[in-house]
C-alpha cells in the first residue's frame, strides 16, 4: 500500500487507528458503515446527514460542499478518511473528474494505510483517468490495485482486476489476462458479480481453445475432485456458455469458418458426454439428457447422436411413474427436435405419449412447423371433436389463431371466434379480423359493443376506434372520438395517446364532444 508522506493528519488520525476496521461488505457501498456513525456526536452526525442526503438525491454539487464543510468544522474527527473520499466521489458523480482524482491522490497520500478508505480511492481513480479517456494510466492503478498484497483483497478490487484482465486481452497478452481473470475469480464471496463475468471469460477461453485439460486444472484439485457438487457445476458451467455463445458465434465463426465451429462444437460435446457420470453420481441423469437433447438438436444438429442419446434416456423416462409427468417428458423432447428441424425423431417421442389428444396436439405443432397447414387443421379439427374439457378448447383457440395470423381466412376466423364465444377476448380478435379484412365499419361496431360491454375494456376500445378512424384518413371522425376519449376516460393512458393525437392534428385539447357525433355510435 501507498505509506503515508505527510504528518499534517497525524493527530486526527491517532484515535482512528487504534479502533478496529470494520469488516468489508461484499456489496461496497459508499455509505457509512453505522458503528461509525454511530460515534458520531450529534453535530457530526447532522453535518454528514445533510451531505449524505444530497448525495442520495443525486445533488453531487451540493454533497460535495456539504462533505468539505465538514471536513472544515471536524478536522479531528476519525472519520476524515472517509470524509475526503466522500468529497471527491462527490466531485466525481458530478463528473468533475479532475478534481475528483486530485482529492482521490489526497486520500492515498494520507490515509494510504486505511484500506477501506485508500482501497475504494485507488479505484475510482483508475476509473476516473478511464472516463477521461487516459486509459494507460488508470490500467496502471488497477495493476497498483492487483498487485498490493492490502488493496486487492478490498470487493472494487474484483472489478479492477478483472477490467486489467480484459485490457491485457484485447492487447492480445493471453496469459496475462487469464492470470488476472482467474485473481478475480477469488471474489466470489465478496464480490459476485465481477467474479462471474471473469469466471465466464475464462470457460470461454477454453471452450473456444478446445482446451478441456486446462479448463479442469482451472477448476479441479485434490479437495474438490471427487465432490459431487463441484463436479456437476463445472460440467453446467461450461454447457451454459457453450449453449449461448456457439448461437452467437462466440466472435470468432463467420461464414468463411464454419467447419471449425462444426469441430469446436464436436469437441466440447464430447468432452460434455464424458461428464455424464457426475450427473449419473449426482442422481440428476435427466439434467444430462436435457443439456446433450438441446445442444445436439439445436447447436450440432447431429441427428444420429441425437437418437441414440434419447434411445439411451428412454428407461429413465419410462420409469416415471406419474403418466402426466411422463409425457411431459416426451412432449419436451419432442418438442426441442421440432424447433431443431429434426421431424422423423420428433415423432418418434410422440408416439411415446400415452394420451391421445396431447400426443395429436404435438402432432399439430409437428405438421405446423412443416408448414403443412391442410394436414395441421385437420388435427386440431380432431381434437375440437372429442369434445375434452382440457384439449378441445385450446385445439378451437389455436385453429381460430391460424386462421387469423397465419392463413388470412379472416371470415372463417370470426365463425370460429363466435363459436368460441369467450368475450372480451374472443370480441378483441373478431375485431381485428374485421380490420385486416378491412372492414372498418364492422371493427368499429365491434369496438363498440366492447366499450359498452366491458367497463375494463372500455377506454382501450375507444381508443382503437380513433385511432382506426386515423390510419383510414377520417380526420373528422378521429378528432370527434379522441376529444371523447378525453372527456369519458380522463384519468387513462388512452386519454394520454388522444391528446398526442389532437396535437398532432393541431387541434385544441380543451373541449369534449363535437358536431361529428360521439363517436359511440
Same mark, same amino acid.
Given at each position: 500500500m501507498r505509506v503515508l508522506c =505527510?504528518?499534517?493528519?497525524?493527530?486526527?488520525?491517532?484515535?482512528?487507528?487504534?479502533?478496529?476496521?470494520?469488516?468489508?461488505?461484499?456489496?461496497?457501498?459508499? $455509505?457509512?458503515?453505522?458503528? #461509525?456513525?454511530?460515534r458520531m456526536n450529534m453535530f457530526e452526525r447532522a453535518q454528514y446527514d445533510k451531505a449524505a442526503s444530497q448525495f442520495r438525491q443525486n445533488s453531487y454539487k451540493s454533497a460535495a460542499?456539504?462533505?468539505?464543510?465538514?471536513?472544515?468544522?471536524?478536522?479531528?474527527?476519525?472519520?476524515?478518511?472517509?470524509?475526503?473520499?466522500?468529497t471527491g466521489y462527490s466531485h466525481h458523480q458530478d463528473k468533475q473528474r479532475n478534481k475528483a482524482i486530485q482529492i482521490y491522490e489526497e486520500v492515498l497520500d494520507y490515509f494510504g494505510d486505511r484500506v477501506e478508505f485508500a482501497a475504494p480511492a485507488l479505484y475510482f481513480e483508475g476509473i476516473a483517468h478511464l472516463d477521461n479517456g487516459d486509459v494507460r494510466q488508470g490500467m496502471e492503478l488497477f495493476k497498483e490495485m492487483a498487485d498490493d498484497e492490502d488493496y486487492q483483497k478490498h470487493p472494487l478490487a474484483a472489478g479492477a482486476i478483472r477490467q486489467l484482465a480484459d485490457n491485457e486481452w484485447r492487447n492480445g497478452k493471453k496469459e496475462a489476462a487469464i492470470k488476472y481473470w482467474k485473481q478475480t475469480c477469488g471474489f466470489a464471496k465478496i464480490n459476485p458479480g465481477e467474479a462471474g463475468v471473469a469466471r465466464a471469460n475464462l470457460t470461454d477461453y477454453y471452450i473456444k481453445e478446445r482446451d478441456y485439460a486446462g479448463y479442469e486444472e482451472w477448476l479441479i484439485n485434490a479437495e474438490n475432485r471427487d465432490n459431487l457438487d463441484?463436479?456437476?457445476?463445472?460440467?453446467?458451467?461450461?454447457?451454459?456458455?457453450?449453449?449461448?455463445?456457439?448461437?452467437?458465434?462466440?466472435?470468432?465463426?463467420?461464414?468463411?469458418?464454419?467447419? $471449425?465451429?462444426?469441430?469446436?462444437m464436436r469437441?466440447?460435446?464430447?468432452?460434455?458426454? #464424458?461428464q455424464k457420470e457426475w450427473y449419473e453420481k449426482k442422481g440428476d441423469l435427466w439434467t444430462y439428457y436435457h443439456n446433450a437433447v438441446y445442444f445436439l438438436s439445436q447447436r450440432l444438429y447431429d441427428r444420429k447422436e441425437t437418437r441414440r442419446v434419447i434411445d439411451e434416456s428412454m428407461p429413465l423416462h419410462k420409469a416415471i411413474q406419474d403418466p402426466g409427468q411422463r409425457n411431459d417428458r416426451f412432449a419436451w423432447l419432442a418438442d426441442r427436435l421440432r424447433e431443431g428441424g429434426d421431424w422423423e425423431t420428433c415423432e418418434y417421442c410422440i408416439t411415446m405419449i400415452s394420451d391421445p389428444l396431447y400426443a395429436t396436439y404435438k402432432r399439430y405443432e409437428l405438421q405446423a412447423a412443416k408448414g403443412a397447414w391442410d394436414d395441421a387443421l385437420k388435427l386440431l379439427v380432431q381434437i375440437e371433436q372429442a369434445n375434452n374439457q382440457a384439449w378441445s378448447p =385450446?385445439?378451437?383457440?389455436?385453429?381460430? #389463431?391460424?386462421?387469423?395470423?397465419?392463413?388470412? =381466412?379472416?371470415?372463417?376466423?370470426?365463425?370460429?371466434?363466435?363459436?368460441?364465444?369467450?368475450?372480451?377476448?374472443?370480441?378483441?380478435?373478431?375485431?381485428?379480423?374485421?380490420?385486416?379484412?378491412?372492414?372498418?365499419?364492422?371493427a368499429l361496431s365491434t369496438l363498440t359493443e366492447i366499450e359498452n360491454s366491458f367497463p375494463p375494456d372500455a377506454a382501450r376500445a375507444a381508443w382503437h376506434k380513433a385511432w382506426y378512424q386515423h390510419e383510414a384518413g377520417n380526420k373528422a371522425e378521429a378528432v370527434a372520438q379522441a376529444k371523447r376519449i378525453l372527456k369519458v376516460y380522463p384519468k387513462t393512458q388512452e386519454s394520454s395517446q388522444a391528446h398526442q393525437l389532437l396535437e398532432q392534428y393541431g387541434v385544441a385539447t380543451g373541449g369534449g364532444v363535437t358536431e361529428a357525433g360521439d363517436g359511440n355510435e
Amino acid at each position: 500500500m501507498r505509506v503515508l508522506c =505527510r504528518t499534517l493528519f497525524l493527530a486526527a488520525l491517532l484515535t482512528d487507528v487504534l479502533l478496529a476496521a470494520p469488516r468489508l461488505r461484499a456489496d461496497w457501498t459508499w $455509505e457509512l458503515p453505522n458503528e #461509525r456513525y454511530q460515534r458520531m456526536n450529534m453535530f457530526e452526525r447532522a453535518q454528514y446527514d445533510k451531505a449524505a442526503s444530497q448525495f442520495r438525491q443525486n445533488s453531487y454539487k451540493s454533497a460535495a460542499a456539504e462533505f468539505e464543510k465538514f471536513k472544515i468544522q471536524f478536522p479531528d474527527s476519525e472519520n476524515l478518511p472517509y470524509i475526503l473520499f466522500m468529497t471527491g466521489y462527490s466531485h466525481h458523480q458530478d463528473k468533475q473528474r479532475n478534481k475528483a482524482i486530485q482529492i482521490y491522490e489526497e486520500v492515498l497520500d494520507y490515509f494510504g494505510d486505511r484500506v477501506e478508505f485508500a482501497a475504494p480511492a485507488l479505484y475510482f481513480e483508475g476509473i476516473a483517468h478511464l472516463d477521461n479517456g487516459d486509459v494507460r494510466q488508470g490500467m496502471e492503478l488497477f495493476k497498483e490495485m492487483a498487485d498490493d498484497e492490502d488493496y486487492q483483497k478490498h470487493p472494487l478490487a474484483a472489478g479492477a482486476i478483472r477490467q486489467l484482465a480484459d485490457n491485457e486481452w484485447r492487447n492480445g497478452k493471453k496469459e496475462a489476462a487469464i492470470k488476472y481473470w482467474k485473481q478475480t475469480c477469488g471474489f466470489a464471496k465478496i464480490n459476485p458479480g465481477e467474479a462471474g463475468v471473469a469466471r465466464a471469460n475464462l470457460t470461454d477461453y477454453y471452450i473456444k481453445e478446445r482446451d478441456y485439460a486446462g479448463y479442469e486444472e482451472w477448476l479441479i484439485n485434490a479437495e474438490n475432485r471427487d465432490n459431487l457438487d463441484h463436479r456437476r457445476w463445472i460440467a453446467q458451467n461450461a454447457w451454459e456458455r457453450a449453449w449461448g455463445n456457439f448461437y452467437h458465434d462466440w466472435g470468432k465463426y463467420n461464414s468463411f469458418n464454419r467447419d $471449425e465451429k462444426t469441430k469446436d462444437m464436436r469437441a466440447w460435446y464430447d468432452w460434455f458426454k #464424458r461428464q455424464k457420470e457426475w450427473y449419473e453420481k449426482k442422481g440428476d441423469l435427466w439434467t444430462y439428457y436435457h443439456n446433450a437433447v438441446y445442444f445436439l438438436s439445436q447447436r450440432l444438429y447431429d441427428r444420429k447422436e441425437t437418437r441414440r442419446v434419447i434411445d439411451e434416456s428412454m428407461p429413465l423416462h419410462k420409469a416415471i411413474q406419474d403418466p402426466g409427468q411422463r409425457n411431459d417428458r416426451f412432449a419436451w423432447l419432442a418438442d426441442r427436435l421440432r424447433e431443431g428441424g429434426d421431424w422423423e425423431t420428433c415423432e418418434y417421442c410422440i408416439t411415446m405419449i400415452s394420451d391421445p389428444l396431447y400426443a395429436t396436439y404435438k402432432r399439430y405443432e409437428l405438421q405446423a412447423a412443416k408448414g403443412a397447414w391442410d394436414d395441421a387443421l385437420k388435427l386440431l379439427v380432431q381434437i375440437e371433436q372429442a369434445n375434452n374439457q382440457a384439449w378441445s378448447p =385450446r385445439a378451437f383457440g389455436e385453429h381460430a #389463431r391460424v386462421l387469423k395470423d397465419v392463413l388470412g =381466412r379472416y371470415e372463417e376466423a370470426i365463425k370460429l371466434y363466435q363459436q368460441i364465444n369467450q368475450p372480451p377476448g374472443t370480441l378483441w380478435a373478431i375485431q381485428e379480423c374485421y380490420k385486416r379484412w378491412g372492414k372498418l365499419n364492422e371493427a368499429l361496431s365491434t369496438l363498440t359493443e366492447i366499450e359498452n360491454s366491458f367497463p375494463p375494456d372500455a377506454a382501450r376500445a375507444a381508443w382503437h376506434k380513433a385511432w382506426y378512424q386515423h390510419e383510414a384518413g377520417n380526420k373528422a371522425e378521429a378528432v370527434a372520438q379522441a376529444k371523447r376519449i378525453l372527456k369519458v376516460y380522463p384519468k387513462t393512458q388512452e386519454s394520454s395517446q388522444a391528446h398526442q393525437l389532437l396535437e398532432q392534428y393541431g387541434v385544441a385539447t380543451g373541449g369534449g364532444v363535437t358536431e361529428a357525433g360521439d363517436g359511440n355510435e
